[in-house]
């Protein structure tokens, strides 16, 4: 028969029990992320006269997978002669759960001069967020268009097509070791007694 003082048996069951209720607690979403947003956008200078580089503020609704009927909220910055970018982007989901993807990066692929039309493709990592998105992780591609001047001037649209997976959080992955890791002490101090 196995003899444990009392305080860590109950401590290994705690672990185990608490680690088990984190990973079921958080339920995590996970899966294709697809679907496109109409957007508006503002643009400032940020080194004039020459303007090389310029902030795009973007705010978008549209409808993608996971997210239902969402809005999204995206900061860029554009080197305007290279046509490369930065961007951070924080969709909201239909419940209000958001999904953060902070370190999106982009370029243009087309600029027309008659009309105004740049396009652009990109990639955003998805770094975590709330609620059903705390743990999230993965990527999606982005592709679009948006209207630098011309009568539909600060006006675009965008699609995303990727991934969303969880990630682990380090408190969940902690208690779990922890109840695994009294499980073995366990089990080495049962087959010390049995000898």
Do not use: W
Not at 116 to 132: A, C, H, V
Not at 150 to 171: D, K, L, R, Y
């Amino acid at each position: 028969m196995l003899h444990m003082p009392r305080i860590f048996t109950s401590l290994i069951f705690c672990a185990l029990f608490f680690g088990c209720a984190v990973l079921v607690a958080a339920d995590p979403v996970t899966g294709p992320i697809i679907g496109s947003f109409n957007t508006t956008f503002t643009q400032d200078c940020l080194n004039p006269p020459a303007c090389t580089t310029i902030r795009v503020v973007v705010n978008g609704t549209g409808n993608a997978t996971l997210l239902g009927n969402s809005t999204v909220f995206i900061d860029q910055v554009i080197d305007q002669i290279t046509g490369m970018g930065t961007s951070s982007a924080i969709y909201t989901a239909f419940n209000g759960d958001q999904l953060f993807a902070p370190n999106g990066n982009f370029i243009t692929t087309g600029f027309d001069m008659m009309t105004g039309l740049i396009s652009f493709t990109g990639m955003y990592p998805f770094e975590g967020g709330t609620g059903m998105f705390a743990q999230a992780g993965g990527a999606a591609a982005f592709t679009g268009t948006a209207f630098a001047f011309g009568p539909q001037a600060g006006t675009g649209q965008f699609s995303i097509n990727g991934t969303v997976t969880a990630v682990p959080e380090p408190a969940t992955m902690m208690l779990l070791t922890t109840g695994l890791a009294g499980i073995g002490a366990a089990l080495r101090r049962r087959r010390g007694i049995k000898r």
